[in-house]
């Protein structure tokens, strides 16, 4: 039975201040640190053989985190960031023997990047619902199909997140592999909307707290048998 770890990102300095943060590449605050640190220590009595992140700074500093902090954990194993050949700004020279065995690799991906939130990025999200009415945010917000102004609506985020992780994390789930994924509060409600099988009602009410480690249990079909919230276990 492997394990799928699903962790939104420690709090980042635009959470702490209130602000649309979308694809903003802002990092964790002091509590966000915190957070990922508390994590690490609660999953220290699980092996991880690979994670998943997005490009955002702050989904990658909680992952790291997570992976290096983890006190007492189950192996030593040394994560290392996964970078794409055919990435125009990587130099390639990241080459080198080694037994991979000893390695987590961590895959970067655009896919599990926070949903844009377009023309609100940077806006106080208290001061937006007083600008343009807090029935018309929320819609923003909350709805599965509708878009902020220039922004993505979560539907369009579960169109690039959900068919990334039955192709790519999904496999390692399947082959036995423990998978964490670093990520944020909207992609990541995406993929707990196809793995609870919730409706879109209901996915659009789904809180994700900063921070705190979701477990699932996974046969080798796929299917989820067990989820278990480790917040318990800060």
Aim: glycine residues 6%; negative net charge; contains cysteine.
């Amino acid at each position: 039975m492997a394990k799928l770890i699903l962790i939104r990102h420690g709090q980042s300095i635009w959470n702490a201040a209130n602000k649309f943060t979308g694809w903003v590449d802002v990092p964790l605050s002091h509590q966000g640190r915190q957070e990922a640190m508390q994590a690490a220590q609660t999953l220290g009595n699980y092996r991880i053989d690979v994670c998943f992140t997005s490009y955002l700074v702050r989904a990658i500093e909680t992952a790291v985190i997570c992976l290096t902090e983890r006190e007492n954990g189950l192996d030593s194993k040394s994560p290392v960031l996964q970078h794409h050949a055919d990435d125009p700004h990587w130099h390639g020279w990241d080459h080198y023997d080694s037994d991979h065995r000893e390695e987590i690799p961590i895959y970067l991906s655009v896919a599990l990047d926070e949903r844009f939130y377009g023309d609100l990025q940077g806006f106080n999200k208290a001061e937006t619902a007083k600008k343009f009415g807090h029935e018309l945010v929320h819609q923003w917000r909350r709805s599965f199909s509708t878009r902020p102004p220039g922004g993505e609506s979560l539907e369009d985020t579960a169109d690039r997140t959900i068919p990334y992780f039955q192709k790519r994390i999904l496999t390692h789930l399947k082959d036995g592999d423990n998978v964490l994924v670093s990520a944020h509060g909207n992609s990541l409600r995406s993929i707990v909307m196809f793995l609870d099988r919730l409706s879109h009602e209901a996915v659009c009410e789904l809180e994700l707290a900063t921070g705190i480690p979701i477990l699932y249990d996974v046969d080798f079909e796929g299917h989820v048998t067990k989820k278990t919230s480790l917040e318990k276990c800060h």
